[in-house]
């Protein structure tokens, strides 16, 4: 309701400033004289229209931020559960909880975000679906498939969920259209979208994060990290352990990463500062530019690979050229090893 009436004063205004604009040529009334001496009556219309945009946009943002869960169901599980959730379309959204309480929160929506179902449409469109919210002993499920093949444009819907659950806990995600978030959660997690972002915030343990066109956020991360993007980029903030990190086409940024680290991109540019390494760091790029910051005071044995090479290392042994490095930095320890084929390396 509230999209359409937006739509609608939205034309009106248009409407109303081209009509006054033409009014103005055919008269030959000068634009800015018009706007000068135009009557109160036409400003005084203009401006409410205005107000009530502005009003309906912070209507339809309230609306959607406290959008009414389709359905709710309430489950027991322990700190050992397994909580998978599957959907076509929609999104997943896991939070952690001090609890042992469960609940998830089924969304849905038109397979067109704009359009408004009544409950009975959302019925009968459902019955094209296997819905299953179910607890099978410590596994706890959340998941949609299409029965049969659907007209998308005009039967079908867009089913999100969201669920609270205990902290520690695994998770088996996956949706073939929509973002997956994570938040607040200890133990291993395993998160697949075909086409949507994955945001991870406060998570610890073994995790695998995969999408096939979106972009990839992990922030206070700490474990086993494996992420593959197909076409976008990521960004980890203040992440700890063994990381490996790989896009096929966007760019990659490490800020404040502590552990081992790989990471490859075959078209971006990546940027690290490593606050702490352990075994290994090797970036390469086929396609962009290198900038990495290393801890200082710690020993490394470095080999270095671009069109060209900046470092200014104070104590280095070895060969340094412009688009090669290759020696010792404060006696060797930490293998570093940065490669990029069509761009420049800088490393401090």
Known sequence: ??????????????????????YCISSGTNHL???LTTDMNYMNTYKILIFLVILLMAAVCQAQDGETPYLTKQFKLS???????????GNIDI?????SEAKVEMYVRGNNSHDELSEEEIKERLENYEVNISQ????????????????????GLSISFKVYAPKQITTDL???????????LTGKQEVHTSGGNIDVASVTGDSRLETAGGNIGIEDFEGKLTVVC?????????????????????????????????????????RAKITNLEKFLTLSSSGGNITANLPEGKGFDVEIRGDRVYTDFANFKGFLGKEKVEGKVNGGGVPVKMTTSGGNISLN
């Open 1 to 22: 309701m509230q999209f359409h009436l937006l739509k609608l004063i939205s034309t009106l205004i248009i409407k109303a400033f081209v009509y006054r604009q033409i």
């Open 33 to 35: 004289n018009m706007f």
């Open 79 to 89: 700190n050992a559960s397994t909580v998978k959730v599957e959907t076509v379309g």
């Open 95 to 99: 939070v952690g909880q001090s609890s």
């Open 136 to 155: 099978e002993g410590n596994t706890l499920n959340a998941i949609v498939r299409p029965k049969k093949n659907i007209n998308w444009n005009n039967k």
């Open 174 to 184: 996956e949706t073939a259209g929509g973002n997956i978030a994570l938040s607040d």
């Open 230 to 270: 197909s076409g976008g980029n990521i960004d980890l903030d203040n992440v700890k352990g063994e990381i490996m990190v790989e896009t096929a086409g966007g760019n990659i940024s490490l800020a404040g990463t502590a552990g081992s680290v790989e990471a490859r991109t075959s078209g971006g540019d990546i």
